[in-house]
C-alpha cells in the first residue's frame, strides 16, 4: 500500500530564516506530487504541483520554490521567510493514471516567528 | 476562475439525524468529485469519490451528483460525535486530468451535538 511522509511535523522560525520541507511518497511509481498551504481556518491553497522528476508548476506568485529531485520526493523550500508563510504545510499525491485522487501526507505546521 | 463553493456553516445537526453537505462548482466540464474529512489540526482524508450523475453509497456516506446543476452533496446517515469534522468538496475541472489539480471549497463544519 502507499504511504506519504512529511517532516518536520511541527517548526518555529524566525522572519527571514530559509525553510526546507520534505515530502516522500512510498508504494507508488511515477506519481504526480502537489504541495498545499492551509491558513488557520481557511482552505486549501494549491502552491506547487510535479507531474514528474525535476517538472515543477507554480500556482501563486510567492517566496516559495518547490524541487522534485527524485521519482517520490517532493521538496518547498524558501530563501527568507515571511510572517505571512505560516500555515499548514500538506504534501499530496495522485496516480497519474486514474480518477485523481488525492491523498494527503500528515502535514507539516509553520510558525514564523 | 473556476470556483468550488461551500457554505462554511457549522452546520449542526443531533446525533443519529441526516447530516447534509453541499457543493456548487463554476466549471460545467468538469470530471471527478470528491469528499474529503479533516478532523481539527489533521490532514484532509479522502472518504468519496464520485465521477457520473447520481448516488453512490459507502457505509452511512451517500455522494450525490448532478452534473446538470453542477452541484454535489454528501449525506451522512445516522451521525455520530466522530462525524464533527470539515467536509471539504473537491473538484477536478476539465483539462487537469493529466495533472491530477483539485479545486477545493472552503469546506463546511459540521458538529454532531451527542
Known amino acids: 500500500s502507499q504511504t506519504i511522509h512529511q517532516w518536520p511535523a511541527t517548526l518555529v522560525q524566525p522572519v527571514g530564516s530559509p525553510l526546507s520541507l520534505e515530502c516522500t511518497v512510498e508504494?507508488?511509481?511515477?506519481?504526480?506530487l502537489y504541495w498545499y498551504r492551509q491558513a488557520a481556518g481557511r482552505g486549501l491553497q494549491l502552491l506547487f504541483y510535479s507531474v514528474g522528476i525535476g517538472q515543477i508548476s507554480s500556482e501563486v506568485p510567492q517566496n516559495l520554490s518547490a524541487s522534485r529531485p527524485q521519482d517520490r520526493q517532493f521538496i518547498l523550500s524558501s530563501k527568507k521567510l515571511l510572517l505571512s508563510d505560516s500555515g499548514f504545510y500538506l504534501c499530496?499525491?495522485?496516480?497519474?493514471?486514474?480518477?485523481?485522487?488525492?491523498?494527503f501526507g500528515p502535514g507539516t505546521r509553520l510558525t514564523v516567528l | 476562475q473556476k470556483e468550488v463553493e461551500q457554505n462554511s456553516g457549522p452546520l449542526s445537526v443531533p446525533e443519529g439525524a441526516i447530516a447534509s453537505l453541499n457543493c456548487t462548482y463554476s466549471?460545467?466540464?468538469?470530471?471527478?468529485f470528491f469528499w474529503y474529512r479533516q478532523y481539527s489540526g489533521k490532514s484532509p482524508e479522502l472518504i468519496m469519490s464520485i465521477y457520473s450523475n447520481g448516488d453512490k453509497e459507502d457505509g452511512r456516506f451517500t455522494a450525490q451528483l448532478n452534473k446538470a446543476s453542477q452541484y454535489v452533496s454528501l449525506l451522512i446517515r445516522d451521525s455520530q460525535p466522530s462525524d464533527s469534522a470539515t467536509y471539504l468538496c473537491?473538484?477536478?475541472?476539465?483539462?487537469?486530468?493529466?495533472?491530477?489539480?483539485?479545486?477545493f471549497g472552503q469546506g463546511t463544519t459540521l458538529q454532531v451535538k451527542p
Open positions: 466549471d460545467r466540464g468538469s470530471q471527478s
Open positions: 473537491a473538484v477536478n475541472p476539465n483539462g487537469s486530468s493529466n495533472t491530477g489539480k483539485l479545486i
Open positions: 508504494g507508488t511509481s511515477n506519481p504526480n
Open positions: 499530496a499525491w495522485s496516480a497519474s493514471l486514474g480518477y485523481n485522487e488525492q491523498f
